[in-house]
């Protein structure tokens, strides 16, 4: 029964005929030769299509191939750009290793950076609010020692009244800011809390209107000049104080928009570009110059 | 000059000394390019194709073989052409004369001394050759053109192939394969000296 060769079978043959097998497959392949006949005519009926092929002279080309004068002109070609081929195969390499790294590195330290990016603003929201807080207090103890003064000097009521005044006038008559906020509008606010919120207190304080100010004030009028004050401004923190949970959101809703595109990504962005056009480049350079 | 001294003077934009080299190995290409396209017409646009390339790229020779890179260069000219054309070329293979009858030309024949019979037989193991050869793949065809027609070792052919050694083992080894049971019907024609030296040899 014939045997069927195998592929191995017969490119080990048609190496052995070219003296391409090292010795101990030549061994092996001549021990099987001296058992198998299959093998035998294999090996026959390769070396004569190798005869056949090699028993062909070369052609003698019908004409000559050689090059005109206009060639002459033209010149060698420099291929300058050949030269750059491996350089830019070795640039797209290193970008995209970057590249993964940048990635990789982003994803392990930059998932801190999540809970702790907001919290900067967080900080400069509380301490803005903090500032909030404390300055309509601040300003309110500010005027307390002068209103106090004031109230002492004169203790009528007309002074009370002169102080509300003096309030309004503070924020109506030119120690307020008029600020462009987000969301809402144009609003006025007194000038020490204008002047946190353009530093970065972001966002801007919560500060009651300065006629309800005044109209607190007049409410909890007091024979003592400090009570006067501190009442006032607990009613200005506590009024503020509602308002802040609704900062918190605008604060957190002004940062995601810029959440995609921070630096990293643009580094990632060009990284990639790079490695692309790089490679591209470097591939269709060595295609040419083939 | 020897061929490196014409090479070097190539680079350097001297014409002649390159038209010396084309002189020097146009049979070597066309045999190469004819074995691959099957035509007379096609094989000399390879050729001269081949040599224009080979004189505007020249500084991208580095060394080594000047006959590998001038057969890598034909090779490539060939692979394109066959991409181009998408299909396997053809018989005829001699140009043919007003009563399609093909002409002899003296360029394809070796021996002008020959006897007539032994020239019709020649020319006719020549056409069934090229015929078989047709047969085969593009990639099998240039590896057993390369080292069986043209003579080249294995790392040489692997050179102008762009392939490993085992890459060239293997197609040469599936060529042979197939190629067998279409040449062997035509061992007859083969000139009896070299029947003779390979029964002699067993």
């Known amino acids: 029964m014939k045997k069927q060769l195998r592929q191995r079978d017969w490119q080990d043959l048609s190496a052995y005929l070219d003296g391409q097998l090292s010795s101990r497959e030549r061994a092996r392949l001549e021990e099987k030769l001296r058992s198998r006949e299959d093998l035998q005519n294999a090996l026959e009926e390769l070396r004569r299509v190798r005869i056949m092929l090699r028993s062909q002279p070369r052609l003698r080309a019908p004409r000559n191939f050689t090059l005109g004068p206009e060639f002459a002109s033209q010149g060698v070609g420099r291929q300058p750009f050949r030269r750059l081929s491996p350089a830019l195969g070795l640039v797209s390499a290193l970008a995209s290793v970057l590249f993964i790294l940048v990635v990789i590195g982003e994803n392990l330290f930059g998932a801190a950076q999540p809970a702790m990016a907001p919290a900067p603003a967080e900080f400069q929201a509380k301490s803005a ?47 307020t800011q008029t600020l462009d906020v987000p969301g809402a509008g144009m609003l006025e606010y007194p000038a020490p809390l204008a002047r946190a919120y353009e530093e970065g207190a972001y966002p801007p304080p919560a500060v009651p209107s300065p006629t309800a100010l005044a109209a607190q004030e007049t409410q909890q009028l007091s024979p003592q000049p400090t009570q006067l004050a501190l009442p006032a401004t607990e009613a200005a923190v506590a009024q503020s104080a509602p308002e802040q949970p609704a900062i918190a959101p605008a604060a957190e809703t002004v940062q995601s928009p810029s959440g995609f595109w921070n630096p990293w990504r643009f580094v990632q962005f060009g990284l990639l570009l790079l490695a692309i056009i790089s490679g591209a480049l470097a591939f269709y350079w060595r295609q040419r110059s083939r | 000059m020897d061929e490196s001294g014409l090479i070097e003077a190539a680079r350097r934009g001297d014409l002649d000394a390159f038209n010396r080299l084309v002189l020097a190995y146009q049979d070597l290409v066309y045999t190469q390019a004819y074995r691959m396209m099957g035509d007379v017409e096609a094989a000399e646009d390879a050729t001269q194709e081949a040599f224009i390339s080979a004189y505007q790229h020249i500084n991208s020779y580095r060394g080594g073989s000047f006959r590998g890179w001038l057969l890598r260069i034909v090779t490539n000219a060939c692979y394109d052409e066959l991409r181009r054309r998408k299909r396997r070329p053809t018989i005829p293979l001699e140009p043919l004369d007003a009563e399609d009858e093909e002409v002899e030309s003296p360029g394809w024949l070796a021996d002008m001394a020959e006897l007539p019979e032994e020239s019709a037989m020649r020319a006719e193991l020549r056409r069934a050759i090229q015929r078989c050869l047709n047969e085969l793949s593009v990639e099998f065809r240039t590896m057993v053109v390369l080292i069986d027609v043209q003579g080249l070792d294995y790392q040489e052919a692997a050179q102008v192939a762009g392939a490993p050694v085992g890459t060239v083992k293997s197609r040469l080894a599936r060529a042979r394969m197939r190629l067998r049971d279409c040449l062997l019907a035509f061992w007859e024609l083969l000139p009896s000296a070299y029947r003779l030296k390979n029964e002699g040899s067993e």
């Open chain 1, 129 to 175: 609010q903090v500032e909030m807080a404390a300055s309509p207090t601040e300003l309110a103890l500010q005027k307390a020692p002068e209103q106090s003064v004031e109230l002492e000097a004169e203790p009528q009521v007309t002074d009370q009244s002169m102080q509300a005044q003096e309030m309004s006038q503070q924020v109506e008559g030119g120690v």
